[in-house]
């Protein structure tokens, strides 16, 4: 069973740190694209970052670039979000998903198909 | 930023009734290789989102065939044929053209 599982989440301060981890089981990140996306309670999904395959690029949301670091290491089969100068804006369950491209018969296919339970983190202080 | 703009960001429908959720794109979400960056995606009570549509039109698997994606270019469509008590949550669309990525602000079936 293909399985991705979040931690580090936690209650920080305004302007202070976490890193969050995502570690996967059943399948090899290292052949996909791997996402972050936040969940804001009460309101709706937003896109967080991504990083190819082989981990040299890295895209982020307007609102978090230059605060937010994603990374992976493929040894450990782990996703990771570095969030530093953190806003009460940034609260939120924070979810890594795997972006697919390939089906069980070789055909293309897109989309992030399979998502961890999530972590919670709370800027507040 | 892509804008992505769903109506209605709410719906309440009769079990066996279809459903139709709308969204659209501030720009077009045609790639030059063919293929539409929009998936759709249901986040039900306290789970995680799930992959429903992806391309535009492909439904992802083990989606049933309840679950229908259309459109091209700016406007697109979800719906879903015969409404069951188990559909109910929010629903989104997200390009996956350009970066940043972006959702739409999702739309909740509830069962009446």
């Known amino acids: 069973e293909m399985r991705l599982v979040e931690s580090g989440g936690g209650i920080v301060q305004p302007g202070g740190s976490l890193r969050l981890s995502c570690g996967a089981s059943?399948?090899?990140?290292?052949?996909?694209?791997m996402h972050w996306v936040r969940q804001v309670p009460g309101k709706g999904l937003v896109w967080v970052a991504r990083i190819n395959v082989g981990g040299r690029g890295a895209d982020y949301a307007t609102s978090v670039k230059g605060r937010f670091t994603i990374s992976r290491d493929d040894a450990k089969n782990t996703l990771y979000l570095q969030m530093n100068s953190l806003r009460a804006e940034d609260s939120g369950i924070y979810y890594c998903?795997?972006?697919?491209?390939?089906?069980?018969?070789?055909?293309?296919?897109?989309?992030?198909?399979?998502w961890g339970q999530g972590t919670t983190v709370a800027v507040s202080s | 930023d892509i804008v992505l703009t769903q109506s209605p960001l709410s719906l309440s429908v009769t079990p066996g009734e279809p459903a139709s959720i709308s969204c659209r794109s501030s720009?077009?979400?045609?790639?030059?290789?063919?293929?539409?960056?929009l998936d759709w995606y249901v986040q039900k009570p306290g789970q995680a989102p799930k992959l429903l549509i992806f391309?535009?039109?492909r439904r992802a698997s083990g989606v049933p065939d309840r679950f229908s994606g259309s459109g091209s270019g700016t406007d697109f469509t979800l719906k879903i044929s015969r409404v069951e008590a188990d559909d109910v949550g929010i629903y989104y669309c997200m390009q996956a053209l350009q970066s940043p990525q972006t959702f739409g602000q999702g739309t909740k079936v509830e069962i009446k």
């Open positions: 391309l535009g039109t």
């Open positions: 998903a795997r972006k697919n491209y390939r089906d069980s018969r070789g055909y293309y296919v897109d989309g992030l198909d399979v």
């Open positions: 059943g399948f090899s990140i290292s052949y996909y694209w």
């Open positions: 720009q077009s979400l045609l790639q030059n290789t063919g293929y539409t960056y």
